[in-house]
């Protein structure tokens, strides 16, 4: 562990020496006195005695508080002495002052990125979402680290929504995608990001915004890293439609100017037009076959459209796959329901002939 330390720090110290260097595309300070401080400064930190050149430093920015450089180094210092968030106040400064100042933006967003890891690694997502918000509102970012803005903007997505933001979620997932050639240049990852995208839209009750997205990924290829994720897209893309029609079939309910018979065949009528219902949560059966959620609604789906032998079916099939299942007593309870509904419906039109 000590070797580790020490080789840390001997980074961190050599990253120092060879970025100061970049400090002389500068024009020197006007201040004589603040040309003989940088000269004592640099002297401390050759010496290692980073203290007594911060010092320094504080004091040359307060003669030259439009010195880039000076806020640069400070925050160089500041790096090796594990002071990360000053390290990161005065990176920013330094580019207020000069924001094509290349090499303090590459060190900012350079020591932002360890930042984020250490968070995630101690999992502290605020944290790590908080460094990650800095770099992608860094100016210019996706012109000079593509590569740093496709990964914390993935993050980031994945990050918000764990939070339960789902706004921000999107914003993110949607500004991976927007990067050029990313289908190319992460396949996988990309595809994810479109069924992020369709998750955040349904837990935000939007169901037109999140179809789409779910679609995209479903009809995409697949691989190790997506597949296991295909039975939810399609059952999340079924429950979308479904919840659609469930809303439907409320209004219908609610409509006190049609009679029993009316009311039923336009619930029919409307489950039926559901096209999305169906297939998907088949699909999503057989890929994961213990998606419980996905039998329930499938049987109320059949129901809604007077299949009434296949709602049976799916329910006496779902009783025999969740013996323990907490809802049991209302699976039981609703196989009578499909007969008397049935039966209800054959009456109806019996009636209705008579007339």
């Keep these: ?64 508080p439009n010195y880039a450089p000076a806020y640069f180094t400070t925050a160089q210092i500041l790096r090796i002495k594990e002071a990360f968030d000053l390290a990161l106040t005065n990176y920013e400064k330094a580019l ?16 932002l990125m360890s930042l984020s890891r250490k968070a995630i690694d101690a999992q502290d ?33 994945s990050i918000r929504y764990t939070q339960n933001e789902f706004d921000k979620s999107i914003v993110a997932f949607q500004r991976f995608l927007a990067i050029p050639e990313i289908e190319k240049k992460a396949p996988s990852n990309c ?24 679609e995209k990924f479903i009809s995409g290829p697949q691989d190790a890293m997506t597949t296991p994720w295909l039975p939810l897209a399609y059952f999340l ?39 999305g219902v169906q297939p998907n949560f088949a699909k999503a059966i057989e890929l994961k076959p213990d998606l419980e959620d996905a039998y329930v609604m499938l049987g109320n789906y059949y129901f809604f459209c007077q299949d009434f032998d296949n709602a049976q079916a799916i329910y006496n099939d779902l009783i025999a796959k969740f013996p323990a299942s907490l809802a049991m007593a209302n699976y039981k309870a609703f196989l009578p329901s499909i007969d008397k509904e049935r039966e209800a419906i054959k009456t109806l039109k019996a009636k209705k002939k008579t007339k």
Excluded at 23 to 41: G, H, N, R, T, Y
Excluded at 99 to 105: M, S
């Design 1 to 64: 562990m000590k070797r580790k330390m020490i080789s840390l720090v001997l980074t961190l110290c050599l990253g120092l020496t060879l970025t100061l260097g970049a400090v002389d595309e500068f024009a020197k300070p006007q201040s004589k006195d603040a040309l003989k401080k940088m000269k004592k400064a640099d002297k401390a930190i050759k010496d290692k005695d980073y203290d007594a050149a911060l010092a320094l430093y504080s004091e040359i920015v307060q003669l030259e």
């Design 125 to 157: 997502l605020q944290k790590a979402a908080f460094y990650d918000e800095k770099i992608l509102n860094t100016k210019n970012i996706e012109t000079t680290h593509p590569q740093e803005l496709q990964q914390i903007a993935y993050q980031m997505g």
């Design 237 to 275: 893309l079924a429950n979308n439609h479904y919840l659609t029609l469930d809303k439907q079939v409320i209004k219908i309910k609610e409509d006190k100017t049609i009679d029993a018979l009316t009311m039923f065949n336009r619930i029919a009528d409307a489950a039926k037009a559901s096209t």
């Design 191 to 214: 595809a994810l990001a479109n069924y992020m995208l369709g998750m955040n839209f349904s837990r935000l009750d939007q169901p037109v915004q999140a179809n789409p997205y779910l």
């Design 96 to 111: 207020a002052i000069s924001p094509d100042f290349a090499v303090a933006l590459n060190e900012y967003v350079r020591t």
